[in-house]
Structures are given as structure tokens and as C-alpha cells.
């Protein structure tokens, strides 16, 4: 048996579509709330567990073989989270265990890595096989500014000239799932993202070809960007966040495409184009 934590998320879902296709009928999705998940794939037993609670997440990973623990979401109790978790897995005797890291997790500026860094260090003391997974961006997490380049015809950014190695959710979710079901390599660290890392005035054109309209790129330094997106509706702190990862960007925390992910696959990464003209097509 094999199981995905978090497997009502945005990855887990797809990493649970992907791990009943590989393995059928030999899989447990582990989640907070069962009502969450909108459906399950057929052979597919739920379990509930919180990140938090390390008995119950314990008992939830009784009888399984090998783990994919995603991330947890909740920044300041993440690395606590991680820490209940990876010592359950140990408690219930889990054989091997995937984390889905940040890019670059020991060395990167980027301000969220310092979580995933602490986290690879505990699972590497733990007494667990693991292996990591970091993940570059996702490009969903440029398709909601579609429908603001939509009204505006304009993509701001604080990254200037920075390049992204970004893939596709379904992308990373069948990698995980791949490391996980495949060949076991115990204390490896995969670099995981996209073929191709795209820089913001490429994107600007991408965005331009789903939406059918001229976009024009504008670098802007980090304060413009929080005050366009303040002004926006976008709350302070958000603001901030995307100002801080667009200087993390500038200075190629998101730049290496590695490879590693297509290889693991056997095909291409899913082209940022792909994922936009299908976004766009439902504004």
C-alpha cells in the first residue's frame, strides 16, 4: 500500500489520480476533512488524519508501505506539521517516504525555503528512506492574473529579466508519484521543474497568444508592484509576498531547468502556453 497526505489539495488530488492509475487498489488518501474530496478514485481508501496530530496520522499510515507527504500550507505551523508527520511515518513503520520540497530548499534566497530546509534536515536525521522532490513553480500560479492581463493588456513585475523553470501541477503530482512507485534511490534529492525557463517578457507574449489581445510587459522595482497591487484589491501582505518571490526570482532562485522531471517521465514538461490557453478559454 501507498499513501498521499494532503490528498484533498490542489497536488494532492492529482498525485491520488496518479497513484491509483500506478498501483490500483493499493492506495490510501490521507486527509483532514473526507468532505473535501469531491471524488475518490475507484480502490482508494480514505483515511483521516491531521498533520498535527501524530497518533492519528500514525493510524492513518498503518499498514502502508510508502509515503508521499505533501507540504503543509499552513506557513508557522509547517515545520511542526512536517515534523508530526515524518516521526508517524516512523512510528507506523513506513518503509520509504517522498517530501515535496521548495527549489534549491538548502541555498535558495527565496523567503520560504527556510521551512522546507528545516524539514529536509529533521527527515534526514529521522531513520527514514526518503527521497525529495523540489518543486519549481507551478504554472497555475500564473493563470489567475489572466483575467487582470485580460482588463489591462499590461503584466506587472518585480522580477526583471529573472527566468522561471515552471510545470504543470500534473506534472510534479505524476513525478512524485513515479519516485515513489519506481526504482528506490534512499537519500536522493531531485530538482524537479519545467524543460524551458521562461523569463516575464516571454510570458507577456504567451499571455497575449491565449487571450487573443496585445499584452505589453512593464518591469517595475518591488515597492510599484506592491502599490499597483494594493490598489488592485490585493491585501498588503499578499502584495509583499509577490514582491518578495519576484526579487527571488530576479536573482535566479527559479531559473534551473534541470531536466530532471521530464527524464523521470519519459516525455516533455507540460509547455506554459498548454496550461494558459486552456485557462483562458474558460474566462
Known amino acids: 500500500m501507498i499513501a498521499v497526505t494532503a490528498a484533498s489539495g490542489h497536488l ?59 507540504s503543509s500550507n499552513e506557513v508557522g505551523n509547517r515545520i511542526e506539521h512536517h515534523r508530526s508527520v515524518i516521526d508517524a511515518a516512523r512510528d507506523a513503520g513506513v518503509a520509504k517516504l517522498v517530501y515535496t520540497s521548495a527549489p534549491r530548499a538548502t541555498t535558495s534566497p527565496l523567503m520560504l525555503v527556510a521551512d522546507h530546509k528545516a524539514t529536509e534536515e529533521y527527515l534526514a536525521e529521522s531513520g527514514l528512506s526518503w527521497t525529495v522532490a523540489r518543486h519549481n513553480w507551478y504554472h497555475e500560479n500564473y493563470v489567475p492574473n489572466l483575467a487582470v492581463v485580460a482588463r489591462t493588456g499590461v503584466l506587472l513585475s518585480a522580477a526583471g529579466d529573472g527566468l522561471v523553470a515552471s510545470a504543470s501541477r500534473a506534472d510534479f503530482a505524476a513525478g ?21 525557463a521562461w523569463s516575464f517578457r516571454q510570458l507577456a507574449t504567451w499571455y497575449a497568444e491565449a487571450l487573443d489581445r496585445p499584452v505589453e510587459y512593464w518591469p517595475v522595482d518591488a515597492a510599484t508592484l506592491v502599490s499597483e497591487l494594493v490598489a488592485s484589491g490585493v491585501p498588503e501582505g499578499g502584495a509583499q509576498f509577490a514582491a518578495a518571490v519576484d526579487a527571488g526570482i530576479a536573482q535566479g532562485a527559479l531559473a534551473e531547468a534541470t531536466g530532471e522531471l521530464g527524464r523521470l517521465l519519459g516525455r516533455p514538461t507540460t509547455p506554459m502556453p498548454d496550461a494558459l490557453r486552456d485557462a483562458a478559454a474558460g474566462l
Request: a negative charge; zero cysteines; hydrophobic letters at 50%.
Open 12 to 70: 494532492g488530488r492529482l498525485a491520488l489520480a496518479e497513484a491509483a492509475r500506478v498501483r490500483p487498489g493499493e492506495v490510501v488518501a490521507v486527509v483532514r476533512d473526507p468532505a473535501r474530496l469531491e471524488s475518490v478514485p475507484d480502490g482508494v481508501e480514505v483515511r483521516t488524519a491531521d498533520y498535527g496530530d501524530r497518533a492519528a496520522m500514525a493510524a492513518a499510515l498503518a499498514g502502508v508501505e510508502g509515503v508521499l507527504m505533501i
Open 176 to 196: 512524485d508519484i513515479a519516485l515513489l512507485t519506481g526504482p528506490w534511490r534512499d537519500g536522493s534529492v531531485y530538482e524537479f521543474g519545467g524543460d524551458v
